[in-house]
């Protein structure tokens, strides 16, 4: 099996990366003073599972998101992947997390210091979130706020995202992951409202 990309990321045998392949994680509440945005990249098209889609499914999830706690909301943006069919995506992928390439985006955040809670999703390919999302990543200083990665995946779980947040954020406080396969998206707003009020939203 080729690594799944827009709503996984790895072969069924390399989906751990040290984290279990769980529906769904929530640690402790979360504090939700200030303002809270949205960040996140989404592929659709061609995806594992789930077929030619013409919305991905972490935008499903985002937009869930906005709408049960009102968020402000920034999707990264990049035409590199448009068109593409699964099987060769999935190889570019990995060149691209192998070279340690980042991609250019579209569009800035304006006023960033204006969040004190930054949510932020993807697919997980390759074990991690794609490369276009460290270009973000370089370019945005989110230490000092509390920051909650969540996934779409089918198998890969959380990979290894939360992990290379904190690395990428070391004075950040990462909390309140949640993973969500991809193929339920469409079907899972009950899901994602159920971890919101677990994590105090």
Not at 53 to 72: L, P
Request: proline letters at 4%; one cysteine or more; glycine letters at 10%.
């Amino acid at each position: 099996m080729l690594v799944s990309t827009a709503c996984s990321g790895t072969k069924k045998n390399e989906a751990s990366v040290n984290e279990p392949a769980s529906e769904e994680t929530q640690t402790e509440t979360v504090k939700k003073d200030g303002k809270t945005l949205i960040v996140f990249f989404s592929h659709a098209g061609d995806n594992y599972s789930v077929g030619n889609i013409k919305v991905g499914n972490t935008k499903i999830v985002a937009d869930y998101i906005s709408e049960i706690i009102g968020a402000d909301q920034f999707e990264i943006v990049t035409h590199k992947y448009d068109g593409m069919a699964y099987a060769p995506l999935t190889e570019l992928a990995k060149e691209e997390q192998k070279n340690g390439e980042l991609p250019p985006f579209e569009g800035t955040v304006e006023n960033i210091g204006q969040y004190d809670t930054i949510f932020i999703g993807g697919p997980v390919w390759w074990g991690t979130y794609p490369q276009v999302m460290f270009t973000f990543f370089s370019k945005y200083d989110l230490n000092g706020k509390t920051i909650i990665p969540f996934t779409t995946h089918e198998g890969s779980g959380l990979g290894s995202c939360v992990k290379d947040v904190k690395k990428a954020y070391p004075n950040a406080n990462v909390t309140g992951e949640f993973s969500m396969y991809g193929h339920d998206v469409r079907n899972g707003k009950e899901r994602v409202e159920k971890w919101l009020k677990k994590i105090g939203f």
